[in-house]
């Protein structure tokens, strides 16, 4: 873990100071590298298409570059994998036999920062990794907040980064490979599509996403995230969930169930 090993020397010689809660993540993490497979390969291959060919939305529309923390969560996230035991059933001669998979070990990730930390921008690019990098056929990505103005934001962010030039969002987009329609940001080689989603339960119900983007946790009143989290774990076995958020000023409502847990 490159960028991890880096951001370990730079606390232990006193260049960064930490709060309480990373030093236990830190030391959840140093824990998976003993007990878990880690692909520096698959960190990279996102880590790189990120700096490479999503750009700032805000300010300078310029290539996004990453700080060392956002490397080292990036690196976490998709950097482990857990082998699973799993029985499938051979049709040809209707028995059952044993094989194993390699499945991503983390699912959910919260991103707790300050205001003006550059969130959305970050989430946009995430999703558009989720698109467009990890090959899932008919990915369903989605940018939910409790209202459509809000998840409007994140997903508005995603169009602007198609939209740079010399990169390959913008030559997708050119091609029309990748595309804008009513419906979403479409991506035609797998047929997957960023939407936008809101904390309404008839729509969320039965939802089947490969990706969520939970963005402004902290002003939401009712918790539609478990609905939404039910459905992608039924069904897709690399389901990842993101919680874009500052700390807020709603006390005892959703946000502070979530961070208890």
């Keep these: 873990m490159k960028y991890f090993d880096e951001y370990i020397k730079l606390i232990e010689n006193g260049n960064i100071i930490v709060c309480n809660e990373i030093k236990l993540a830190i030391n959840r993490i140093k824990r998976y590298k003993k007990q878990y497979i880690f692909k520096q390969e698959e960190a990279d291959k996102r880590i790189n298409f990120i700096e490479n060919e999503c750009s700032n939305t805000k300010g300078t529309h310029n290539k996004l570059k990453l700080?060392?923390?956002?490397?080292?969560?990036?690196?976490?996230?998709?950097?482990?994998?857990?082998?699973?035991?799993?029985?499938?059933t051979n049709i040809n001669k209707m028995e059952e036999y044993i094989t194993y998979e390699e499945r991503r070990l983390i699912h959910e990730v919260p991103i707790v920062v300050a205001r003006g930390s550059g969130k959305t921008t970050l989430a946009s690019a995430i999703a558009i990794v989720g698109l467009i990098c990890d090959d899932e056929y008919g990915a369903d990505i989605q940018c939910l907040a409790q209202t459509r103005e809000q998840a409007g934001y994140l997903f508005n962010a995603t169009i602007i980064m198609s939209s740079f030039e010399n990169s390959l969002l913008y030559l997708l987009k050119e091609s029309k490979i990748l595309e804008s329609t009513k419906n979403g940001l479409t991506y035609r080689n797998t047929n997957s599509i960023i939407t936008i989603k809101t904390s309404n339960y008839e729509v969320l119900d039965g939802t089947n996403a490969h990706m969520n983007l939970f963005d402004e946790v902290q002003v939401y009143d009712e918790d539609f995230i478990k609905v939404v989290n039910d459905g992608s774990s039924r069904k897709r076995k690399n389901w990842m969930t993101f919680y874009i958020t500052t700390n807020g000023t709603k006390r005892d409502s959703v946000f502070d169930k979530y961070y208890k847990i």
């Excluded at 700080?67 to 499938?88: D, H, M, N, R, S």
Aim: zero cysteines; proline letters at 5%; a negative charge.
């Design 67 to 88: 700080a060392l923390p956002q490397k080292v969560w990036l690196e976490t996230v998709f950097g482990f994998y857990l082998e699973e035991q799993i029985t499938k």
